[in-house]
């Protein structure tokens, strides 16, 4: 079983490429972020045709999330009932008795800001739901996979003088971050040796991805359950390299 997620950046903009990644990686479950159309324009079509199953939730011009399948989708949950908000950011659904979530964690702005902020009280507030989510799916597993727009270590940062202390890579995200995978979770591309410099995510300007100037901030995060059956995990940056890509490359997990 192969298990994705993938910040797309509008998928008005790049449901081309979804399409052309799908079928060259046809993976069972996907989970998108940024998809920034509201419900009444998605493409349930051209990803039902694609062979998916399909669960949104969104909103126009930024964030919204989906799941993608090619089994049933039950159960869903649409946002953190924990944390009433707005922006549509969480997604969830068992399948094939596997409790999938996808999140897209705010960005912050940057560090001081309301939105920075709002960025600590969201994530504390996933932590509290995500406890109870893991203690009752221990049994089939949890996986909560997305944009975290945190990048856990040093050594996910491609200069950690110039970021430290910076949003996305600060203490306190980086504690929040660590608080989710206390409860149990184990960040799936860290459970096996990894080529140094790997990142998820490169800035459009500067040349960011020419020169290799990214961060790793796109995560899969396994219950106990799953981690054990998990044999790879790899980030996809081909389609990084395509025209009009999206910023962030997909990261795969595989489940025996």
């Known amino acids: 079983m192969k298990i994705a997620t993938w910040n797309v950046n509008s998928l008005k903009v790049r449901l081309p490429h979804l399409l052309q990644w799908l079928e060259a ?3 069972d479950v996907l989970c998108l972020q940024e998809t ?8 349930v079509s051209e990803i039902k045709a694609a062979g998916y199953e399909v669960a949104f939730s969104g909103q126009k011009t930024y964030n919204g999330v989906a799941i993608l399948s090619k089994l049933p989708l039950n159960d869903v949950i649409r946002n953190n009932p924990l ?6 950011r969480i997604l969830a659904a068992t399948i094939g008795g596997t409790r999938f979530i996808c ?31 893991v203690r009752a799916h221990a049994g089939a597993g949890l996986a909560i996979l997305g944009d975290y727009n945190i ?43 990894q080529a140094d410099k790997s990142f998820s995510w490169w800035d459009y300007r500067q040349l960011g991805y ?36 999206s910023d962030h490359a997909p990261v795969i997990a595989t489940l025996d």
Do not use: M
């Open 103 to 133: 999140a897209y964690v705010p960005n912050g702005q940057a560090v001081g800001t309301d939105k920075y902020a709002y960025k600590l009280a969201w994530l504390a507030s996933l932590r509290e739901w995500l406890a109870d989510e």
């Open 83 to 88: 944390f009433p908000d707005e922006q549509q």
């Open 36 to 43: 920034k159309l509201t419900d009444d324009k998605f493409p």
């Open 151 to 193: 990048a856990p270590e040093d050594r996910d940062v491609h200069d950690p003088v110039a970021w430290a202390g910076q949003v996305l890579c600060s203490d306190k995200e980086r504690a929040a971050l660590t608080a989710l995978t206390d409860l149990g979770l184990t960040d799936a591309f860290r459970l096996f040796e």
């Open 210 to 245: 020419q020169k290799n100037k990214g961060l790793r901030i796109d995560h899969i995060l396994l219950s106990e359950a799953l981690a054990k059956r998990c044999t790879a995990c790899a980030i996809d940056r081909i389609p990084r390299k395509w025209e009009q890509p």
């Open 25 to 27: 990686n046809p993976v």
